[in-house]
């Protein structure tokens, strides 16, 4: 269910102003993590030659092309015009638009499978959302989407959470407050939201690897630069609470120090799900 203490329309105003100013940033930080990701993602919706894909939160567009490449034919949507503009000019022969996965401006039934990759969890109501990813798969089309594990397992942002913890830092009084991003995480959780919209859920897949920075800085400078939640849990508080976060960071930064570099874990659940086919 959704969280009565969420203002759905101040966080995604919140959310979608974010984006605008974070898309280069967030292309260099996430862009080789992403890769990572995108053929599991594409193998689970069954995309292959003549599949209509819809790729939700598109952001530069790795997904909508990868899916192209397997001779799919692709739209990619996002919230963000930045977004849009970057995977407009990296990939000028698809079709990206601008549209809210909560208010899909498309018919019903207008794809055989729809895609998103680490966007779930920045949706204010990711039930209405899930529904409209239902209404516009055809029968027997199929969903696949990714959320991040728990902070335990996926440390790239765990790490920020315990310095954050560690710092007795609380979420600043102007943030908007947004629905729980790690609630996704939780397996059955994630598959009793898609059970919700009457899709047929499969089992999760874990994917795991291990992503390497040069330094602590890079780590820190990168994630404030290129995500919009996380960064502004830091970067709205007082310059003493900044430097507690910033001195725990670098604590528990050092953990992760294999020699000249750092080796964080990131951990993805993959969801998998099918629309029934009354058939």
Request: aromatic residues 8%; without cysteine; proline residues 6%.
């Amino acid at each position: 269910m959704g969280d009565a203490s969420v203002d759905p329309d101040d966080f995604d105003a919140f959310e979608a102003a974010g984006w605008e100013e974070k898309a280069d940033a967030y292309e260099r930080l996430f862009g080789d993590i992403a890769s990572r990701v995108v053929e599991p993602l594409l193998n689970a919706a069954a995309v292959a030659a003549g599949t209509r894909v819809l790729d939700v939160a598109t952001g530069p567009g790795w997904v909508a092309a990868r899916a192209a490449e397997r001779g799919a034919s692709v739209v990619g949507i996002d919230v963000a015009e930045a977004m849009i503009a970057r995977a407009r000019s990296a990939h000028p022969d698809l079709d990206f638009r601008r549209a809210d996965a909560h208010d899909l401006p498309f018919a019903d039934a207008s794809f055989d499978a729809v895609v998103s990759n680490f966007a779930i969890m920045h949706f204010s109501r990711p039930e209405r959302a899930m529904a409209e990813f239902a209404r516009v798969l055809r029968p027997g089309g199929r969903l696949a989407l990714t959320a991040w594990a728990a902070p335990s397992e996926h440390r790239l942002v765990g790490v920020f959470l315990d310095a954050l913890a560690e710092a007795h830092a609380v979420p600043p009084a102007d943030l908007p407050r947004g629905p729980d991003f790690f609630r996704f995480s939780d397996d059955e959780t994630l598959a009793a939201a898609l059970r919700q919209q009457d899709l047929a859920s499969s089992a999760g897949t874990a994917i795991a690897f291990v992503h390497r920075f040069g330094s602590p800085d890079e780590l820190w400078d990168g994630m404030l630069a290129a995500t919009v939640r996380m960064s502004a849990l830091i970067t709205l508080q007082p310059g003493d609470v900044r430097r507690r976060i910033r001195a725990a960071f670098d604590r528990l930064a050092a953990g992760y120090r294999r020699g000249d570099v750092l080796e964080l874990p990131v951990a993805v659940k993959l969801a998998t799900a099918r629309k029934p086919d009354p058939r």
